[in-house]
Nanobody, 118 residues
Framework: QVQLVESGGGLVQPGGSLTLSCAAS????????MRWYRQAPGKSREVVAS????????NYADSVKDRFTISEDNAKNTVSLQMTSLKPDDTAVYYC???????????WGQGTQVTVSS
């Protein structure tokens, strides 16, 4: 059974930091590229960070570049998103996504809420 389970969300003040984690199981984690998406109320879901399954290369949305860092641990089948200098605009539900680069089969986690507010 495929599972992606996010954790680490919560309430943080502007300027603060938070680290999200995603634990994967039930599929060949090393073969999949991993992404973090977010969806704010009334907005479309957007990708904020991705990491390639083959090269380990990370890419970021312009809105989070230099503030967020994606990393993965193939030994533990986990992917993390370190978020710093958080802004109210970062408030959203954050989703972990796994996508196979060839077949494009895709799996989603249930999401974790991040709220940036004073």
């Amino acid at each position: 059974q495929v599972q992606l389970v996010e954790s680490g969300g919560g309430l943080v003040q502007p300027g603060g930091s938070l680290t999200l984690s995603c634990a994967a199981s039930g599929f060949s984690f090393r073969l999949y590229s991993m992404r973090w998406y977010r969806q704010a109320p009334g907005k479309s879901r957007e990708v904020v960070a991705s990491i390639s399954s083959f090269t380990g290369t990370a890419n970021y949305a312009d809105s989070v570049k230099d503030r967020f860092t994606i990393s993965e641990d193939n030994a533990k089948n986990t992917v993390s998103l370190q978020m710093t200098s958080l802004k109210p605009d970062d408030t959203a539900v954050y989703y972990c996504n796994a996508v196979h680069p060839s077949t494009l089969s895709s799996y989603w986690g249930q999401g974790t809420q991040v709220t940036v507010s004073s």
